[in-house]
């Protein structure tokens, strides 16, 4: 029987605090290896298949697409954990190996049951990695990350469920948006994605985390959602359309922005709302450039996320206006930062190139006018927020007077694998289209989409340079749809517990007396003093214990 | 004793000849639309320029929008710190 690769990373995630300090270095990089050649020992089709409350459960099924993302989050959770090494906690290493584990383990779902049980876990994994970095300000936000995944959650277990009855069958398999069950599932997906009208818990949660933190947040919740909804929901048209919001939210959002890891973390958004929209589109050159978008994306956006957390650990600050001409003394961190920088704006030679040209094409060959065109703007605008103005701003701009040295060596070496791979996927693209669901007939080196490519970015950067004076930065935070839980909802409570006394008396006073018979009756059996409201001491509850047993015992001899 | 050089990156001279530099290579990208057909699937993008004009104009754009937002959407930074 073919282990499931998740095991070797939720079980090496359980036994790790129990090693001693010094074989633990060996485990960290060691397990997602052994992992990564346990995805690649997977065949194609299910491998397990077991009843449970009468539910065939498929917990272990190989496929094309799947293994394609166990392939990246493996590799992830090596480059994560040789970058956390030396710097992060125990409980963080810990979590984010569980966390990858989750994540790998949605890879290889057959039924949505155990994709639930995975999706959970990563839930667990992801806020604990978030609770790791040990501030006040990463504790709030870490519980607030954690309600909008347990509603995700919630929504999405209540569409399984809709869907179990509906059809007699939990298996994983394509649908369509076309009954509310299917709904439900598709916004439990969504909500992973960042999608609207829940965006703001990417920019919020994750550049609370530590250095390292981010970076494996970068790469698994939304990355894990894509996958479910590349297989779940391929050609559901909406995708389109919630793609495209996502791709000019995360771009206006991070122009906006003053904080390093949070225009990454926008940019996030952004760049899975490009897979989302391809999706949407839903032709096999759109899913694979879906499916090589987010394997290209993860590298490049942790990069990205390595570079500006390696910012952050050597001088502790992570706003831009506190930045600036750090290149003279960072040198290699910020080499990696630009050509993760590039990569992202999909600059001939790199990674992004060749994935994000795929969604492209798709969008030509379907005709469609519109979206091929908002594609094309939203392309210039990635090289905007986040080609020049993450570099701009951290590196070069005004000279802050800062000079750290470049990060520790685990920390460079993590940030120099990546920057590898960015380049080496862009100049040779073939191996990572092979690994891509459906053949691939595209070449994306043709001169005419090299001019095009150019002219498009190149132009972008002389608009950033010219506007400028137009994007000072600001020491400020944006108003989002979060604003209704962080804000309203807080004043709410608050106003209800300094007025909500004198409501109430007018309330029973307008009721009469009838009402204040029954809740003075209330209050005598549930008050502070009522029978039912006591808190009884151990040993009666024992003897309560003890005479529900003796009762039981009668029953079963009576 | 003398006031330290900035790095040779941050002296005027430099970013003068950075510039120039810049402005060269964007009229470089330019001059293949003059021999090369660009692929024109929507009536549009074969044009001369095209991707030059409408990246720098959708850039522009977004950029505008964005300050405009900002005058409705931007707090103080410790908006929620309470």
Redesign the interface.
């Known amino acids: 029987m073919t282990t499931n690769p998740a095991l070797l990373l939720l079980g090496g995630a359980l036994l790790l605090p129990l090693l001693p300090a010094r074989a633990r270095p060996a485990a960290l990089l060691g397990l997602p290896l052994l992992t990564l050649a346990a995805v690649w020992g997977v065949a194609d089709g299910a491998q397990l298949a077991v009843t449970f409350l009468e539910l065939e459960l498929v917990p272990l099924r190989g496929s094309s697409v799947g293994r394609l993302f166990a392939t990246i989050f493996a590799l992830m959770a090596f480059a994560g954990a040789l970058y956390a090494l030396r710097q992060a906690r125990l409980l963080e290493q810990v979590a984010a190996q569980a966390y990858a584990g989750g994540a790998i383990g949605v890879t290889f779902a057959g039924d949505l049951v155990t994709l639930f049980v995975f999706w959970e876990l990563m839930a667990i994994g992801s806020t604990l990695v978030i609770w790791a970095a040990n501030t006040p300000q990463a504790y709030r936000a870490s519980m607030r990350y954690l309600l909008v995944h347990l509603f995700g959650g919630v929504v999405l277990m209540a569409g399984i469920a809709g869907h179990y009855v509906d059809s007699g069958s939990v298996a994983f398999v394509a649908m369509q948006p076309d009954s509310l069950a299917h709904w439900l599932i598709l916004v439990g997906f969504l909500v992973n994605t960042g999608a609207p009208p829940l965006s703001a818990w990417i920019p919020d949660a994750y550049p609370e985390a530590s250095p390292s933190g981010a970076v494996f947040l970068s790469a698994f919740t939304t990355k894990t959602a894509v996958f479910a909804l590349l297989v779940g929901f391929p050609g559901a048209t909406v995708l389109v359309w919630i793609g495209l919001w996502m791709i ?1 939210y995360g ?2 959002y991070a ?2 922005e ?2 390093m890891r949070r225009i990454l973390a926008y940019s996030i958004v952004n760049q899975v709302g490009f897979m989302v929209c391809g999706i949407g589109i839903g032709t096999a050159m759109a899913l694979n450039g879906a499916a090589a978008h987010a394997f290209a994306h993860i590298i490049y956006k942790a990069l990205l996320l390595m570079s500006a957390g390696s910012v952050l650990l050597m001088t502790g600050r992570r706003k831009c206006n506190e930045l600036g ?1 750090l ?2 003394s960072m040198p290699l961190t910020a080499a990696c930062g630009i050509v993760g920088a590039l990569a992202i704006s999909a600059f001939p030679f790199t990674s992004g190139f060749v994935s994000k040209s795929l969604i492209a094409q798709a969008a ?1 060959d379907e ?1 469609l ?1 519109t979206v ?2 908002l594609l ?2 939203a392309s ?2 990635v ?3 986040a080609g020049i103005k993450f570099p701009w701003f951290v590196f ?1 701009q005004k ?1 802050s007077g800062l000079r750290p040295p470049d990060p520790p060596w685990n920390m460079r070496a993590a940030m120099l694998l990546f920057a590898f791979l960015c380049i080496a996927i862009g100049v040779y693209p073939a191996p990572l289209y092979a690994l891509l669901p459906f053949p691939v007939d595209y070449q994306p080196y043709t ?2 989409h090299l ?14 340079f ?2 400028l004076p ?2 000072r930065r ?7 749809l979060d604003w209704f839980y ?2 309203l909802a807080t004043r709410l409570v608050r106003w209800l517990l300094r007025h909500g006394d004198r409501a109430w008396t007018r309330l029973v006073a307008l009721l009469g007396r009838r009402a204040d018979d029954v809740l003075a009756g209330l209050f005598r059996t549930h008050g502070p003093h009522g029978v039912l409201a006591r808190s009884s001491p151990t040993g009666s509850m024992v003897l309560w214990v003890a005479l529900l047993l003796a009762l039981l015992l009668l029953a079963g001899y009576a | 004793m003398a006031k330290p050089q900035p790095h040779w990156l941050l002296r005027p001279a430099t970013v003068r000849r950075l510039w120039l530099l810049f402005a060269g290579v964007l009229l470089l990208t330019l001059v293949p639309d003059l021999f090369i057909e660009q692929y024109d699937h929507f009536g549009i993008e074969g044009s001369f320029g095209f991707y030059a004009w409408y990246g720098f104009a959708t850039c522009a754009a977004m950029v505008v929008v964005a300050k405009l937002l900002g005058y409705l959407l931007k707090r103080p930074d410790d908006y929620y710190d309470d």
Not at chain 1, 451 to 464: C, E, I, K, M, T
């Open positions: 000019f771009i206006i122009l906006l003053n904080d001409g290149f003279q030509i005709q006018a091929w065109m094309a703007a210039a605008g090289f905007l927020h070069f000279d001169v005419a001019v095009a490519q150019f002219q498009l970015l190149l132009f972008s950067g002389l608009a950033f010219v506007l137009l994007m600001t020491e400020t935070v944006s108003l989002d962080r804000r």
